[in-house]
Antibody, heavy 124, light 111 residues
């Protein structure tokens, strides 16, 4: 059974860089066939996709966040990571990592499973 | 404002059926059969309940069904149960420029 677990600081100061890691168990990131994804949910709001990374290192980012987002993958640790720079209070959210089925030509079909989520607060 | 439009809330009585709509455009829902639906109980992570418009993952009740017509996808829940009370989100692949879009979510209340 595949499980994902987010980890990282719960508090980040404005203008700094938010860094989170997702550890995958029960599957190999290097096996292919999946995107490894980050999503977030502002308090009381809907879901927002941040980006995907494929095991090859290819990345796909939300155009609205692309200038501030960097995703990377560490196959030796079976982890993938998110960095979001120049954060503001608007980046306060629960951040989720998830696996997405690669459907070909950059498309995907579903996010499953999800990590439990981690709340990141941006505040001085 | 979310890119996919869902009603903010729907309600129904136990045993009834309800349908939640998810309206997009020709660039997303209308072009790809890659619509998925997620259920989220308070404090929990979202859980996949429908993918590729109408497919159910293993372990998901057959009371949940999905469909699509034109630019609108729909989730139907039959035989409503108290445990169905949750938030529901739709999601669609949106092509090489926007990639992924979500609906704003629908709160289901079981009366």
């Amino acid at each position: 059974q595949v499980q994902l677990q987010e980890s990282g600081p719960g508090l980040v100061k404005p203008s700094q860089t938010l860094s989170l890691t997702c550890t995958v168990s029960g599957d190999s990131i290097y096996s292919g066939g999946y995107f490894w994804s980050w999503l977030r949910q502002h308090p009381g709001k809907g879901l927002e996709w941040i980006g995907h990374i494929y095991y090859s290192g290819s990345t796909y980012y939300n155009p609205s966040l692309e200038s501030r987002v960097t995703m990377s993958i560490d196959t030796s640790k079976n982890q993938f990571s998110l960095k979001l720079s120049s954060v503001t209070a608007a980046d306060t959210a629960v951040y989720y990592c998830a696996r997405a089925d690669y459907y070909g030509l950059g498309s995907f079909s579903r996010f499953d499973p999800w990590g439990q989520g981690t709340l990141v607060t941006v505040s001085s | 404002q979310s890119a996919l439009t869902q009603p903010a809330s729907v309600s129904g009585s136990p045993g009834q059926s309800i349908t939640i709509s998810c309206t997009g455009s020709s660039s997303d829902v209308g072009s790809y059969n890659l619509v998925s639906w997620y259920r989220q109980h308070p404090g929990d992570a979202p859980k996949l309940i429908i993918y590729e418009v109408s497919k159910r993952p293993s372990g998901v009740s057959n009371r949940f069904s999905g469909s699509k017509s034109g630019y609108t996808a729909s989730l139907t829940i039959s035989g409503l149960q108290a445990e169905d009370e949750a938030d529901f989100f739709c999601c669609s692949y949106a092509g090489s420029s926007r990639h992924v879009l979500f609906g704003g979510g629908t709160k289901l209340t079981v009366l």
